[in-house]
């Protein structure tokens, strides 16, 4: 296999510390099923009698993209039944799409800072990844660098990419595609024939209800593909179900379609019980979002509230949305030195920027999803390592 497995030096720290019975305390905690938030448990019953007949339909049981077309509609993104594809996760999706989309040695853009998932997914179908930046300004925040897109894009070897990824929002940026971005990588997408590929896993996340956000269900400038599934939706990565909807040219989604029946009839992936059970979970959807975005909007003010005080070096970056803020700290140390201190002398878990290939300054990548009191606990000790470090 050609994906090296990494096992660093904090992922070693972290391995003592569980040894020596030590708690740790994850500040970049992502996982929704380890964050203290109370479901029912019925909520993940799949005993029906249905699941006891076995339909192969390649792209999922209509009725549960039907029901999945409704509760859509009622966020005004239409997509019908019949161009949703249902599979097993977002990261299936993916993997997926790059089968349909690429031959080996063809490239996919992906925005960098980014999350790691992509790489390893891309690797494993022979198909390469090139990344496209985003840069950070004081007073607006994230920005997509559409002049960088463009000239990679005009290069010799732009010949060789076939898809563009946006994540809307951004993980770990939180930052969604603005409306002048996503009228720059349309004409982009038309002009070089790129597939859009759009990650919206934490689209229904927004820090504040007036941030500037379309989903890009239902696009149909160019072959679009949007992602989703149960994993950040209704917090449930375990019941495993994610879907894909298509849209654009009539042509070319018909096109598209066909090729995507045949992958999906390879796999026939996502399993009967967690498709029957979708009308009644998603009936649950609204009740988890509203809790979880409680939790996020608080966390991200608890962070700005410690970490910007007057004469504070720290700043929390400016996020519009999703699970996860960036940190940027002053660079005492070398950003792994830090994240192995963090570890050893206070428990914490925190990722570092270069995870997420930021390349200057030191960042951490804090979680919006833990309780409030971890939250603020945490951040304070975080904080403390910086003023210990400061006077030494
Ligand atoms: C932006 C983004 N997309 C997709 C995924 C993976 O989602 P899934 O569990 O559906 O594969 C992640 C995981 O954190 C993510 O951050």
Known sequence: MAGEVDSNELAMIREQIVL????LKDLSQS??????ILRDPELFSLISPENAIYNPEPKGLFRARTALSDHLAQKKRQVSPENVFLCTSTSEGYSWLFKLLCDAGDAILVPKPGYPLFEHLAVLEHVRTVA??????????????????????????????????VINP???????????????????????????????????FPLDEAVERQSFIGEDRVLTFVLDGLSKRLGMPQMKLGWISISGPSGDVRRAQKRLELIADTFLSAGTPVMNALPSLLAQESAFVDKLLGRIRKNYSIYRTI??????????????????????????LEEEKIAALLLQQKGIVAQP??????????HFAF?????????????REYKELFDTLQTQ
Not at 31 to 36: E, R
Not at 353 to 360: A, L, S, V
Not at 370 to 378: E, F, G, K, L, T
């Open 20 to 23: 020596q019975g030590r708690q």
């Open 31 to 36: 996982n929704p099923t380890k964050v203290g």
């Open 132 to 165: 496209y930046p985003l840069e950070y300004a004081h007073a607006s925040g994230w920005h997509i660098d559409v002049a960088a897109l463009e000239s990679m894009l005009a290069s010799e070897s732009g010949k060789e990419i076939k898809a563009l990824i």
């Open 170 to 204: 951004n993980n770990p940026t939180g930052s969604y595609v603005r409306t002048r971005e996503r009228e720059a990588i349309l004409v982009l997408c038309e002009r070089h024939g790129l597939a859009l590929i759009a990650d919206e896993v934490f689209f229904d």
């Open 307 to 332: 970490l910007e005080e007057e004469g504070s070096p720290h700043r929390v970056l400016l996020c519009q949305g999703g699970w996860t803020t960036l940190i940027e700290s002053p660079a005492l």
């Open 353 to 362: 920027g270069f995870f997420f290939d930021i390349e200057r300054g030191v």
């Open 367 to 379: 979680s919006l999803i833990i309780p409030p009191a971890w939250a603020s606990a945490w951040c």
